[in-house]
């Protein structure tokens, strides 16, 4: 509920800004073109800098009272923040108006920032490794089921209320509705037993692990895991946020694990689909559907292929394809879609239709899919997985933060860059996409079916190995090198290293150069 939330906030503003009463009663009509494009910026970016500092205070709170606590905290504030929005402008002037207007995307933005920083983690802290992926990625799920509603909900707006103030009222009414079912669904789910076990609450981790996996505390999983919890955080217990800040550059390589979360977050905003999500009626505007109705009816239409798609995706393909191939294969497809767009839109400028105007708009919603296959769903899986357990707090607090920044930089650039370079912006974006799919292909480990604890070992040594090995037709860049299998790694630790609580990093800088094989 607290992604659906995420979700309608992100999919809402961008067919309320196209509506003809609210850009009347605000005075947009009577703006040049490019003091709309400026105007209409900054009303959508505005939400982001609330997210931004909202993901950011995250890190200062959830590891002092939880993830639950702060979440519900968050909930009533993005309700507080819609309240406002609803009600912006009653009985004030229009420069008071948008003044409010302003302050309450600021507000209902911080509370959307603190909920998208804090959901990731306490999903992938509470589920089993088997299904973990899978419940991660329902996080995007419930994101696009978010969008598309607030796309139906302003086409609906658009047809069947009249022509005035509640025209655009109430689209931000009703995203009062997901903020309210979201506290009241959350209040009976259990606190993270990964942190309940950082402040030696034993017993109630247990009982977390259990509630998840609806079996008992006696449970041989259930001691398992919180055993395997509790090694991996010997001696980390109750770390300062500060304090983890700090630890993330301990070693290369927990630097490196603390670093991907925000490398795949600003590579998701970077695929440009909060160009589109925000501004679609103007972008299929731009390719021949005009008029109001029929430029929100083709917003709507697109979000139902994104729910289709990622919910697909989720199901079948997270934990059967695997993050790495889902993060190239779909990086690839959206930079071929937004290439075709920005080269269609370069040779053909006018809005009239011509028959390449159907394969553009057909591209556009291709573009959906395959975001919905990689780079939707896939960050956020491989963000709350990568993060050590110990500064994972830290790490996703500034993950969430540089996702919201780039959110900000994204929305406030796209509509001066779609007024001034027109269909550059496309491929600007097709461009990035192309690079991000290259990392993940020479870069990125599988994290498929390992444990939170043993995803280190996938960093520790050989990683552009191991990177190719997952990679498809990879193993041909590498002749007959491997990487050290994962189990070897693991035996190492607890055979060669003693009975020690050091980290992993630290044994292994007491024997570089020695032979894995040596160690064990």
Known sequence: MGSIFYGWDIGLIGGILSLPSFQQYFGVDKMSASAQANLNGNIVSILQAGCFFGALSTGLISGRYGRKNPLLISGLIYIIGSVIQTVSGMGSSQAAALRVLYFSRFLGGFGVGMATALIPSYVSECTPKAIRGRCTGLIQVANNIGMMLSFWVNYGSSLNVPFGQMQWRMPFAVQIVPGILFMLFLFPQPESPRWLAEQKRYGEAAKSLAYVARTSIDDEAVVSTLDEIKADLSGKQETPILKQFRMMGESRIMALRSFIPSLVMLFQQWTGTNAINYFSPQIFAGLGITGTDSGLFATGVYGIVKVVAVTTTVIFAVEGVGRKKCLFIGGLG????????????????????????????????????????????VPWIVAGEVAPNHVRTAAMSLAISVNWLFSFTITRITPVMLENITYGTFLLFGFCCIVMSAWAYFLLPETKGYALEDIRFLFERDLVVRSLEDAPAGRIFLGGRRATPVEDLRKAVHDGAGATSRSFDEKFEKVEGVRIEDLS
């Open 334 to 377: 959206q930079g071929f879609m937004m290439l075709w767009i920005g080269g269609y839109s370069a040779i053909h400028p006018q809005s009239t239709i011509v028959p390449a105007s159907y394969v553009s708009i057909v591209a556009v919603y291709l573009y959906a899919v395959f975001y919905c296959i990689g780079w939707g769903p």
